[in-house]
């Protein structure tokens, strides 16, 4: 199935963003060791929230955590520290992503795992026991879900952990945050160079409230930016100024691509502004989540641009590099990945096609970043576009609502 997608003359609504599902996870997570029954307000409906529910709720022990790396991760190290026998598996891609640094940590402190396809990869057979805890060492420049997955885990060690982090540490600011969320459940926990030390100690229950997810609001810059309409304006709800999303750094880097943002007490208001870089440079590094919705966005406003830090998308829902590369080229704009983890647009261009048909591979922000390219070229085609329910399920709803058209096409 496919939607064609045509553009609204002006831009102006407002939008009930998605509640983050960073944040979602780890809620639920840190809820389960805390033994809460405390509520989690505003939690996420996206797919990749749902599984971490389902597994909560399953009789068996058996789950299926689909194409959600969040739950994948987080639930090893959660299932390796409670009694019992699991197996977890996913989505086929799901079995392509690595998760061998979290295994062998979580080996090194006790827990016994087995890979039940291909070495390295998941489905994971788990023989799960109390961990006692120490020091374990883990590279920080595949995916940071490791170290969340072992720190949210690690106040229940009766001998506290210490994680030594190797290498550069790729998605740093979602450590931040599974920090930030275990210290509102009552954790203390020091970060000095490269080791972050936690000692055992309890989960104090509170309830929260999730905020909305900033990644989510990417995609309505990328529309703001490439609209038309001079008094493009936007309306997000329930974004937070002092965020613990890494990804809230959209507020400085689309000023640079002509949207302001201004916050008021239930969320911000983004519109259209004239101020735009010539040349586009950034190092994705902290956040990797964005470089869809730049590099989509940098091409469609003809903003030349060179990325950096971007290594870590060869192993998300997709080879994220890869698609941008073949995707943007269907739209007529060369990109080159110039070394490892940087990619470059300097302008040159080929013959479009004529009635480009955009392939998602399974990946939500494939398809959310490329909607906006309606706006660009009067309508654009998206394959598979029931992908956004991975963390945005409620998203091309939202575009009927600010005057996009969608059209089904079987
Ligand atoms: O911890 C998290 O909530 C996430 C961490 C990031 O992954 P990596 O650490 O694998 O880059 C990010 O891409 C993902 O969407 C969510
Ligand atoms: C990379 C992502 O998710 P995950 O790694 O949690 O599957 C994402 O949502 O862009």
Not at 19 to 48: F, G, H, M, Q, V
Not at 120 to 127: E, N, V
Not at 324 to 345: A, C, H, N, P, S
Request: one cysteine or more; charged letters at 25%.
């Amino acid at each position: 199935m496919q939607y064609k997608v045509y553009p609204p003359t002006t831009l102006r609504t407002t939008v009930h963003l998605p509640a983050s599902k960073s944040i979602s996870n780890r809620a639920l997570i840190i809820n389960a060791l805390s033994l809460s029954t405390l509520p989690i307000k505003n939690l996420s409906d996206c797919e990749d929230t749902r599984v971490i529910i389902d597994t909560f709720n399953s009789n068996s022990n058996i789950f299926d955590v689909k194409a959600a790396g969040t739950a994948m991760r987080f639930l090893t190290a959660f299932l390796a520290g409670m009694e019992g026998e699991w197996i977890i598996r996913g989505s086929k891609r799901m079995h392509e992503r690595p998760i061998h640094p979290l295994v062998d940590a979580l080996t090194a402190l006790g827990a016994e795992i087995e890979y039940l396809e291909k070495e390295g990869y998941p489905p994971l057979k788990i023989k799960g026991r109390r961990l006692k805890g120490g020091e374990v060492y883990l590279s920080g420049n595949i995916s940071s879900q490791f170290i969340s997955a072992l720190l949210m885990i690690a106040p229940l060690m009766e001998n506290g952990l210490i994680v030594h982090i190797e290498k550069e540490i790729v998605s740093k600011p979602y450590v931040q945050l599974t920090l930030s969320m275990m210290k509102k459940f009552g954790i203390t926990a020091k970060w000095e160079d490269n080791d972050i030390i936690i000692k055992h100690q309890d989960y104090t229950p509170v309830s929260m409230t999730v905020e909305s997810d900033w990644s989510a609001a990417s995609y309505w810059y990328a529309m703001t930016a490439l609209s038309d309409d001079p008094d493009a304006q936007v309306t997000l709800l329930g974004l937070e100024k002092d965020s613990w999303q890494g990804d809230s750094a959209v507020v400085t880097l689309f000023s640079y691509l002509g949207v302001s943002t201004e916050f008021f007490d239930k969320g911000i208001v983004i519109r259209k502004t004239k101020e735009r870089s010539k040349k586009f440079f950034h190092d994705f590094v902290d956040q990797p989540d964005l470089v869809q919705t730049f590099a989509t966005t940098c091409c469609f406003l003809n903003i030349p641009f060179l990325f950096s830090g971007i290594q870590s998308l060869r192993i998300k829902e997709t080879d994220r590099i890869l698609a941008l590369m073949t995707e943007l080229k269907k739209l007529g704009f060369v990109l080159k990945e110039t070394d490892i983890g940087m990619m470059e647009w300097d302008g040159e261009r080929s013959f479009p096609e004529v009635n480009p048909l955009i392939d998602t591979y399974d990946d939500h922000r494939m398809a959310m970043s490329f909607a906006p390219a309606a706006i660009r070229y009067n309508s654009i085609i998206i394959n598979d576009p029931k992908v956004v329910n991975k963390s945005y399920p409620n998203f091309w709803n939202d575009l009927k609502s600010a005057g996009f058209r969608i059209e089904k096409i079987e």
